[in-house]
């Protein structure tokens, strides 16, 4: 009897150890077991966007000469025909003045500094050339003529065979002293100049007249 409650007894411990034993081992595996986990994030670098490839430079197209070839120069000599009243014709001589050149015949100074030409025969007998600017104020410059030249006629727009035909003002007095002359005067290329002329009259300015109105018809800027 006493034998049979000792087995007994056993029976229940070795049970009672396989019990623990199994949660033992249900445990240990528990705990082996790796947790999962959310994988870590990895960071995002903002995408930048690459330059577009810059674009090669056009190519240098052909670059013309360095100056323009100069427009041909005046003549140093040019021959000029018959003039009105039977007056022989004859070469002027190339000179410059101021910002421009003009034709000289012979018979005629020209002083380049004071924009004078004149008979050299008789000095009284001139014209005083003067390079207008291009916004120039025609009433202010008549105005002015009308002062310089007290009681001159209003000759405007009346010269059509004239050398000066292209007189914008043309202005003239006759007393004492001659005939006296207020013009301004544009050239075929627009450029505009004050004239003022002197003739004393006498022999010698009525056969070279002509000659000095063709000479200022020649003005051109340069």
């Known amino acids: 009897?006493?034998?049979?409650?000792?087995?007994?007894?056993?029976?229940?411990?070795?049970?009672?150890?396989?019990?623990?034993?199994?949660?033992?081992?249900?445990?240990?595996?528990?705990?082996?077991?790796?947790?999962?986990?959310?994988?870590?994030?990895?960071?995002?670098?903002?995408?930048?966007?690459?330059?577009?490839?810059?674009?090669?430079?056009?190519?240098?197209?052909?670059?013309?000469?360095?100056?323009?070839?100069?427009?041909?120069e005046r003549p140093q000599t040019q021959s000029f025909g018959e003039q009105e009243g039977g007056v022989p014709g004859q070469d002027g001589t190339l000179e410059h003045g101021n910002g421009y050149s003009l034709y000289i015949f012979d018979g005629y100074t020209f002083d380049a500094q004071t924009g004078r030409l004149s008979l050299t025969a008789d000095s009284g007998y001139y014209a005083e050339i003067e390079p207008l600017p291009a916004g120039y104020d025609l009433a202010a410059l008549k105005q002015q003529g009308q002062t310089?030249?007290?009681?001159?006629?209003?000759?405007?727009?009346?010269?059509?065979?004239?050398?000066?035909?292209?007189?914008?003002?043309?202005?003239?007095?006759?007393?004492?002293?001659?005939?006296?002359?207020?013009?301004?005067?544009k050239n075929e290329a627009g450029d505009a100049y004050l004239l003022r002329i002197h003739n004393p009259g006498g022999d010698p300015a009525e056969q070279s007249s002509p000659w000095m109105t063709v000479s200022l018809s020649t003005i051109e800027a340069e």
């Not at 310089?148 to 209003?154: F, R, Y």
Request: charged fraction near 15%; proline fraction near 9%; aromatic fraction near 6%.
């Open 148 to 185: 310089e030249l007290t009681g001159a006629k209003d000759y405007s727009g009346e010269l059509f065979e004239h050398p000066l035909r292209f007189a914008e003002l043309y202005l003239q007095v006759s007393n004492e002293k001659g005939v006296e002359d207020y013009m301004v005067w």
């Open 1 to 72: 009897m006493k034998k049979s409650m000792l087995a007994t007894a056993a029976s229940v411990l070795l049970l009672s150890a396989s019990i623990l034993g199994a949660c033992s081992n249900n445990e240990a595996v528990n705990e082996a077991e790796p947790t999962a986990s959310a994988p870590a994030a990895t960071p995002v670098s903002e995408a930048t966007a690459s330059p577009e490839p810059s674009a090669p430079p056009a190519a240098a197209s052909a670059s013309p000469e360095a100056s323009a070839p100069a427009s041909a």
